[in-house]
Every structure is written in C-alpha cells, then in structure tokens.
C-alpha cells in the first residue's frame, strides 16, 4: 500500500513538474501582444509601448502596475485592465483625455483638454479652438503649451463666444490672449478664467460700442488689466 502511494505522488509530483515546464516554456503564456479597446487616438502600438509588458510572462502580471504605466502617456485620462488566458493574456480599456485648444507654436500643433493638460496633437479636428503663439522678438521665454493651466483654458473658450466665424485667438507673452475683430481691431483680453473673461467681454462691448459711435480708427484695444484699458489709435501708427 505504501509503495502504490509512493508511486502516486511520484506520478503527481512530474505532472506537477511538467506542468510548470509548459508554463514556461510555452510562448503562449509570454506577453507578445495586447488587446486595445476604447481607444481613438493613441494606437494600440503605442499603448504596448507605455504599458511595458513585452515578453512578460502571465504569472508577474500585476494590473495596477500596468495602470500605473498607461497614466504616464499625456494622452490616457483612465485605464481599466483585464488579465485573463491565452489566446487574450491582457486586455485594456483606455479612456483618452479630450482636446479643448489646439496649442500652435511655428505650426507645431500641441492639445490640450479643459484640465489644461498638454498631449500631442494626433489629427485634424476641425471643430477645436486654436491659439496661435505670437512672437513678439523680445528676449523673455516664450510660454509653451503646457503652461495654459485649467483657468487660462476655459478663459479662452468663454472668449470663443465673441470670435468671428471661424476665427482663432492668438497668445501674446505680454498680453495674453487676444484676437482681430470685426472691424480689424487687434483685441487683447490677458490671461484669465472663465468668470474674470465674463467680465472683460462686458467691458469689451461697451468700449466698442463707444468708440465705433464716434468713428474713432483704433488699431489694438488691449482689456488685459480691467481696471486700466487703452487703446492704440490706427493714425499714431
């Protein structure tokens, strides 16, 4: 009796043993691939890269550890993972942040969404809003797109409101946001949030007003410090 449960636990152990040779060996258990879902934007090429799990065997999967690694793309807001068996060992479920303003420096284009998170632009979205960067040939540093935080951003889409069809808002180093109106004016408005842009558009309207009932040429009305507005006559050019 002793021998035949000898012999049994002998049969077991290199089942056992067997077992865990094809786990390793096998390469259907190694991370070759990913499966991607929910994404648009980013490919799914990309979001392996991020993930770091190439050549990763099933049994060190550890999913916070890849969420942790997806968070770090500019362009990944959450990430949901699924780890399961082979043929789909890793299954992720991405939700890309959203552009609000196309950021364009030179004619390099950068996103940003309403959180003022900077990403890279990955296509043509029509609907957006652009800021232009101006330079201005002085010698302070040039603001890049990730220095728009959230309150500059929804500042510029509360401008948005009063652009021409179609029109586009230009960041200046000094004077912040600004546009070309209507009536050819250079506008610009600083760099403010939503509820202080709320108020300078009312300031804006009542200086145009005043100023076209008296056909008075401006050339630039700058409304960057509320308190203390001015204008450039077009004459004095």
Same mark, same amino acid.
């Given at each position: 009796?002793?021998?035949?449960?000898?012999?049994?636990?002998?049969?077991? $152990?290199? $089942?056992?043993?067997?077992? $865990?040779?094809?786990?390793?060996?096998?390469?259907?258990?190694?991370?070759?691939?990913?499966?991607?879902?929910?994404?648009?934007?980013?490919?799914?090429?990309e979001v392996f890269?991020?993930?770091?799990?190439?050549?990763?065997?099933?049994?060190?999967?550890?999913?916070?550890?890849? /969420? /942790?690694?997806?968070?770090?793309?500019?362009?990944?807001?959450?990430?949901?993972?699924?780890?399961?068996?082979?043929?789909?060992?890793?299954?992720?479920?991405?939700?890309?942040?959203?552009?609000?303003?196309?950021?364009?420096?030179?004619?390099?284009?950068?996103?940003?969404?309403?959180?003022?998170?900077?990403?890279?632009?990955?296509?043509?979205?029509?609907?957006?809003?652009?800021?232009?960067?101006?330079?201005?040939?002085?010698? /302070?540093?040039?603001?890049?797109?990730r220095d728009l935080?959230?309150?500059?951003?929804?500042?510029?889409?509360? $401008?948005?409101?009063?652009?021409?069809?179609?029109?586009?808002?230009?960041?200046?180093?000094?004077?912040?946001?600004?546009?070309?109106?209507?009536?050819?004016?250079?506008?610009?408005?600083?760099?403010?949030?939503?509820?202080?842009?709320?108020?300078?558009?009312?300031?804006?309207?009542?200086?145009?007003?005043?100023?076209?009932? /008296?056909?008075?040429?401006?050339?630039?009305?700058?409304?960057?410090?509320?308190?203390?507005?001015?204008?450039?006559?077009?004459?004095?050019?």
């Amino acid at each position: 009796m002793v021998s035949r449960w000898r012999v049994i636990s002998g049969v077991l $152990l290199v $089942l056992f043993g067997l077992t $865990l040779v094809v786990f390793f060996t096998s390469d259907v258990f190694y991370v070759r691939a990913i499966q991607v879902r929910g994404n648009d934007f980013i490919t799914r090429e990309e979001v392996f890269a991020y993930s770091e799990l190439a050549d990763y065997h099933m049994f060190w999967l550890d999913p916070a550890e890849i /969420r /942790r690694n997806l968070l770090r793309s500019a362009s990944v807001a959450d990430v949901s993972v699924e780890v399961g068996w082979p043929p789909d060992l890793v299954t992720l479920l991405v939700q890309e942040r959203q552009p609000a303003v196309v950021w364009s420096n030179g004619g390099q284009e950068t996103w940003i969404d309403v959180q003022g998170r900077a990403m890279p632009a990955r296509a043509e979205m029509p609907g957006l809003l652009h800021v232009n960067l101006v330079r201005d040939g002085s010698d /302070r540093p040039l603001p890049e797109a990730r220095d728009l935080d959230k309150d500059m951003v929804l500042g510029a889409l509360r $401008l948005r409101e009063i652009l021409p069809e179609g029109g586009h808002l230009d960041f200046h180093p000094a004077h912040g946001l600004g546009w070309t109106n209507d009536l050819g004016w250079q506008v610009w408005m600083g760099a403010d949030s939503a509820a202080v842009m709320r108020e300078k558009i009312k300031i804006y309207e009542v200086l145009v007003g005043n100023l076209s009932s /008296r056909a008075i040429d401006v050339a630039e009305l700058n409304i960057a410090n509320p308190d203390a507005p001015f204008y450039r006559l077009l004459w004095g050019l």
